[in-house]
């Protein structure tokens, strides 16, 4: 058949994302399946089906990961690949993760039903626990598969309850016995709705991102001294709080102070005893710093690091910074960037280069075999919160492009 013409069924998508949005569904339209929960079992089993249904060889690890390969005409070729996540944030939204594995099932019910059968297989997959709300760190699956973490240590990961990650992988039935290492892959692409502003911005339909910013996480702990705050005067207190403000403000104002190219947010904070009498002796809060520059991000920390001593010297409420996390700007593959750009101009959607803020399971991937990821919009650039919404024309343009570049690279020795 004439491959150039083939098109996913963007209704039987949209009808597929609803099925899946039901699970964990939230009375405001989003949905909750945290990772290793009773909901993302849910949603693994209905993939699973939906994979058998196809013929899929469906394979678990022992990371929770599942595979879902379309036997290709060349067996002893390696797949093309394409994956995302079905975990998502508490009360988080119905596109995140779950559009890039139900865009590549699309795309493999478009290739069984025509009966088309590519040179290399195709592989579906779903990493366990993208989101690292409920165990942290995020994208942990899939940088055990990229030998980039330990595996038991991704095990020992606890959540608030104390629970272990691989204990609840074991009690929801998807502790596999495959093992979480990677396998030669020819190309990876990730579908995935922006979760900015940009596209909607631009009139874009398709986003081809360049690479993904580096990302560096801090949690900053300061120590005050706790005092009624009746009979305790002004001067001479050590207000962890106060303190902790002066360091947010100068946090907010750092990437202006770079020069750009640069974005800085302090999303979380901890305010001890957090009584209204009582003068804060604990304050513990996280930075988060993203560039398309690792250098500039380490420079803007350097320059941030010695403003906050000052401030935590001046209260006198010693600090404690704690470096938890770096991932390296990750840029994509040359060749499967330009791919998705040019499919998304062929196709006839309006299609945009730019580069991805946010970390996906790309980012692994990309430091072990081939990557590229498709962007689509997100109406008001909202994500990560139940009213996340992407216009379902949207989602099916996404998966024709995903379709489309997996066909070529499928079919290339
Ligand atoms: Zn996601």
Redesign the pocket.
């Known amino acids: 058949m004439d491959l150039d013409s083939l098109r996913i069924n963007g209704a039987r998508l949209q009808h597929t994302l609803e099925e899946m949005a039901k699970i964990g569904a939230t009375p405001a339209g989003g949905v909750q399946r945290l990772a290793c929960s009773d909901e993302d079992k849910r949603a693994r089993d209905l993939l699973v089906s939906w994979l058998r249904e196809i013929d899929c060889e469906v394979t678990i690890d022992t990371m929770g990961n599942i595979f879902g390969r379309y036997a290709g005409t060349d067996p002893s070729l390696p797949p093309v690949m394409s994956g995302?996540?079905v975990d998502s944030q508490p009360k988080g939204g119905r596109f995140?993760?779950i559009l890039?594995v139900m865009g590549p099932l699309e795309v493999l019910r478009t290739l069984h039903e025509n009966g088309v059968r590519p040179k290399r297989s195709v592989v579906l997959v779903d990493w366990t626990n993208?989101?690292g709300s409920r165990f942290a760190p995020a994208m942990v699956a899939s940088g055990v598969w990229a030998g980039k973490l330990d595996l038991q240590w991704a095990y020992d990961r606890t959540d608030i309850h104390g629970k272990k990650q691989g204990d609840e992988l074991e009690r929801i039935g998807y502790k596999g016995s495959a093992p979480c290492e990677a396998f030669p892959v020819h190309a990876y692409y990730e579908l995935?709705?922006e979760?900015g502003p940009m596209l909607e911005a631009k009139g874009m339909i398709i986003g081809a991102p360049k690479g993904v910013l580096c990302l560096h996480w801090y949690d900053i702990h300061l120590e005050g001294t706790a005092n009624q705050v009746g009979p305790t005067p002004m001067e001479g207190r050590n207000d962890a709080l106060v303190a902790a403000a002066e360091m947010i403000i100068k946090v907010d104002q750092l990437p202006a102070a770079m020069g750009g190219n640069m974005v800085a947010t302090v999303g979380e904070i901890h305010n001890y005893p957090n009584s209204r009498n009582i003068i804060p002796d604990g304050v513990h809060f996280t930075i988060d710093i993203r560039s398309w520059d690792d250098d500039h991000a380490l420079a803007a920390f350097d320059k941030l690091r010695p403003q906050m001593l000052e401030i935590a010297q001046r209260h006198g409420t010693p600090i404690r910074i704690e470096e938890t996390w770096k991932v390296v700007k990750a840029p994509f593959d040359q060749d499967l960037f330009e791919r998705v750009y040019a499919t998304g101009v062929k196709l006839g959607y309006p299609t945009m280069k730019w580069v991805s803020g946010?970390g996906?399971d790309a980012s692994y991937m990309n430091q072990v075999m081939p990557s590229a990821m498709i962007f689509v919009p997100s109406i008001g650039g909202r994500s990560h919160v139940e009213v996340e919404e992407t216009r379902w024309e949207d989602c099916e343009a996404g998966a024709n492009v995903l379709l489309h570049c997996l066909l070529e690279n499928a079919n290339e020795i």
Request: no cysteine.
């Open positions: 995302s996540h995140d993760g890039g993208e989101e995935h709705i979760q946010a996906h």
